[in-house]
C-alpha cells in the first residue's frame, strides 16, 4: 500500500482518505513498563496494516513532522504531535531480526522535544549513568497482592507516594 500526504491528509494512490483518529483507534497500544518516560508502543505485524501504514506515513511525511533529539541519541529521530499526544517510530535488531515498533506519549510525560529545526545539536556528553540509577531506584513498584512495573515519573503520581519502593538489578 502505497500513502502520501496530502494538505494534511495521508491518502492512498487510489485517492483514498484515510482518518488519522480512527488510524489510532484501531491500534490495540501497550504500555510501556521499562524505559521512561511513560509512553506507548505497538510492533509491527501486531496490528492492522492500513493502521501502521497510515500512522507511519503521518510521522514520516506530515507537513507537521519534524527531527529532534531524545535525551543522549547522537542522531535525531522523526516525531509528529496529534491531538496530545507525541509519535514517533522505532526499532530494534535482536537475534530474530529487526523489530520495528510505533510509539506516543502525552507531551505531560516528556520533556519538550529538542528540534533540529530550532538549533538543537546532540549532547555529547550526556549522564546515561544517572539516567540507569533513576531507572533502578524506580524500576519495581511492590503493593500488597500486585506488582507493576512503575516508570520515572513527571508528575506526580499518589499511587507512588504511598508505595514501597525496592531496588532491582538490571
Not at 20 to 27: M, R
Not at 48 to 58: E, F, L, S, Y
Request: net charge positive.
Amino acid at each position: 500500500m502505497r500513502l502520501s500526504v496530502v494538505d494534511g491528509q495521508v491518502v492512498s494512490e487510489d485517492g483514498t482518505f484515510h482518518d488519522l483518529l480512527e488510524a489510532i483507534e484501531a491500534i490495540s497500544w501497550v504500555t510501556a513498563t521499562q524505559y521512561p518516560p511513560p509512553h506507548q508502543y505497538v510492533v509491527l505485524e501486531r496490528c492492522p496494516m492500513v493502521a501502521w501504514a497510515v500512522r507511519d506515513t503521518a510521522i514520516a511525511k506530515h507537513p507537521d513532522s519534524y527531527l529532534a533529539y531524545f535525551r543522549g541519541y547522537q542522531r535525531p529521530n522523526r516525531y509528529w504531535d496529534f491531538d496530545g499526544r507525541r509519535y514517533w517510530r522505532t526499532s530494534s535488531g535482536g537475534p530474530g531480526g529487526d523489530t520495528h515498533m510505533l510509539n506516543r506519549c502525552l507531551f505531560s510525560d516528556a520533556e519538550p522535544p529538542r528540534r533540529v529545526d530550532q538549533g538543537a545539536q546532540p549532547i555529547p556528553d550526556w549522564d546515561w549513568a544517572a539516567v540507569g540509577a533513576q531507572r533502578v531506584a524506580l524500576a519495581r513498584v511492590v503493593r500488597p497482592g500486585r506488582r507493576r512495573q512503575a516508570s520515572l515519573p513527571t508528575r506526580p503520581r499518589p499511587e507512588v507516594e504511598t508505595a514501597h519502593v525496592v531496588r532491582v538489578s538490571g
